[in-house]
């Protein structure tokens, strides 16, 4: 009998586990929706953006998938891309790892246009980063730009 309870609650445990960590997809449309869908990504989760124009000037910390499962955040339509525009830069990453960023266009920002980085801690690099199908064009004056 205790065989049969243990399996049971193993059944129900490892449920419950693939259950949390089930891949989501979720489409934004703005940048308020944007912001709050990286914030509460988890592994698996995929970011659909709308085509159209948005304001750069997002930074995010410690937002990471794993080696099973990344967080991608792309342009929902390859063939029509999202465009970020300005301000200083357009999208700050900082301790963000086993992330895709995919189909979008980054455009006039005065600084970086697009800035992946440790987040100050040469002891935790950022890895397994993934860039696809993205154009930066038109940024800053002169000088290390990215």
Excluded: W
């Excluded at 390859?78 to 960023?101: E, K, W």
């Amino acid at each position: 009998m205790n065989y049969l309870v243990t399996a049971v609650a193993m059944a129900v445990l490892l449920g419950a586990n693939v259950a949390a960590t089930r891949a989501e997809s979720i489409t934004v449309e703005s940048m308020r929706a944007l912001r709050s869908a990286i914030s509460r990504a988890r592994p698996g989760t995929t970011i659909l953006i709308a085509a159209g124009d948005y304001t750069g000037g997002m930074h995010f910390r410690n937002i990471s998938g794993n080696a099973g499962a990344r967080i991608t955040i792309k342009g929902a339509d390859p063939n029509n891309l999202p465009v970020f525009r300005g301000p200083a830069q357009a999208m700050h990453l900082s301790d963000c790892n086993y992330i895709t960023l995919a189909d979008f266009i980054v455009d006039g920002s005065k600084t970086n246009g697009l800035n992946c980085d440790d987040g100050g801690s040469i002891a935790t690099p950022m890895h397994h980063l993934i860039i696809e199908n993205v154009t930066i064009r038109h940024i800053g004056p002169r000088g290390n730009r990215d």
